[in-house]
Nanobody, 123 residues
Framework: QVQLVESGGGSVQAGGSLRLSCATS????????VGWFRQAAGKERERVAT???????NYADSAKGRFTISQDNAKNIVYLEMKRLKPEDTAMYYC?????????????????WGKGTLVTISS
């Protein structure tokens, strides 16, 4: 059973930075896609960034140039480095995973989800 545990959320001022971590465990084979999603109050869940087992990354337009997804294979952790944060980045951030290529996963159709970590950006 794949398990995902997020950490690193918090409250920062606009322009600041945060690094989210997603500790992963339980993958049964080497092919996987891990993604960071977010959901702001009253809005639909949004895919922020994904990384697959080959290290190929993909970003939402809102994340390009400010966010970086990476993974530490030795520690089984996927990171989301967020810089130049804006109030509109305020949301609950979730780590999710699928044992497949990211290109075949539509929207937020991931099988496994963490409980989320809250990010609050003040102006």
């Amino acid at each position: 059973q794949v398990q995902l545990v997020e950490s690193g959320g918090g409250s920062v001022q606009a322009g600041g930075s945060l690094r989210l971590s997603c500790a992963t465990s339980g993958f049964t084979y080497s092919l996987y896609c891990v993604g960071w999603f977010r959901q702001a109050a009253g809005k639909e869940r949004e895919r922020v960034a994904t990384i697959d087992s080959d290290g190929v990354t993909n970003y939402a337009d809102s994340a390009k140039g400010r966010f970086t997804i990476s993974q530490d294979n030795a520690k089984n952790i996927v990171y989301l480095e967020m810089k130049r944060l804006k109030p509109e980045d305020t949301a609950m951030y979730y780590c999710a995973a699928e044992q497949d290529e990211c290109t075949v996963v539509a929207g937020d159709a991931m099988d496994y989800w963490g409980k989320g970590t809250l990010v609050t950006i003040s102006s």
